[in-house]
């Protein structure tokens, strides 16, 4: 089958209807665009578990902040549509602003929200960032509504994200099966990421200070390392020499993303860290007991 491209949310909302009457098992990858390795691996992961593999591209105006690059962020239309067809996607849902956002929209899901003092959206990202996880999880809910029961791909880089897409899943009784799957990087560790395009060489080479003590961090924990106050001192000032602000970096419990102050068999350090014009996100599960 050849790559069906649907612009109408209704026809698409249809077609996946049609398709599931026929018991077809429908796998689901939501992206912005601007295809890379690490969307190839959601995809292909995609296109082995299911009859039909959809592919969204909607850079979602609602997730991005005022200052921030919704304007900038890169639409390499041919490039992602060259990267669909090799690998035999069957659908690419690829939404007008309007389409997904008609005059008069009203609606917004929020995963916790600015009442809570503390919430899976206004910690980590969320507080630098206020507003985008609404952004986020209004358009998935949209875009799961739209294509219906699946299975979902979403990568583990957006950590912070696929613990509120889970989250919301389970709040909202959505008939969809999440899937997460391990981030995709380079040769020396960077995350592969669209915005790693706008990184000039040397911008490049300090990237690499994120995995690099990401990394540092999860070894010293495994070699026995406990006092995570002085671990985290450490490391942040490793980041602070490689980069230009460091936003956040912190240890957190996988699931309710609360900061841990003791070690515990299962972590996530995260960070998010601006080189140049470019702010980055990375993270490491950290296993007291087992290699990754
Ligand atoms: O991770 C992304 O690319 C976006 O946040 C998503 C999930 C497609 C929603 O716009």
Known sequence: MSLKEIRNPKILQQEMARLRDRR???GFVP??????????????????ESEIVVVSIFVNPTQ????????????????????LLSHEVDYLFQPSVRAMYPEGFATTVEVGGDGQRFSLSNVLCGQFRPGHFRGVATIVTKLF???????????????????????LIKDLNLDIQL????????????????????????????????????FWLR??????RRNLAGLHRQAFERLRRGVDRVD???????????????????MVALTACHVGKTRLIDNVIIRLFKKD
Do not use: W
Not at 37 to 44: N, V
């Open 64 to 83: 991005f902040g005022p200052r921030e690059d919704y304007r900038r962020y890169p639409r390499p239309v041919a490039q992602d549509r060259k990267l």
């Open 145 to 167: 509504h739209l294509v219906g029961p699946c299975r979902a791909y979403f990568g583990a880089k957006d950590y912070q994200q696929s613990v509120i897409v889970r989250r």
């Open 179 to 214: 899937r997460v799957l391990p981030t995709v990087r380079e040769k020396d560790g960077l995350a592969i990421s669209s915005r790693n395009h706008s990184l000039n060489p040397k911008e490049r080479e300090r990237a690499r200070t994120l995995s690099g003590t990401l």
């Open 24 to 26: 077809i098992v429908i």
């Open 219 to 224: 070894d010293e924990i495994r070699l026995g």
């Open 248 to 266: 956040y970096l912190e240890i957190v419990d996988p699931e309710s993303l609360c900061r841990l102050t003791k070690v515990q068999p299962k």
């Open 31 to 48: 992206t912005m665009g601007a295809l890379h390795r690490g969307h190839g691996a959601l995809i292909s992961r995609a296109r082995r």
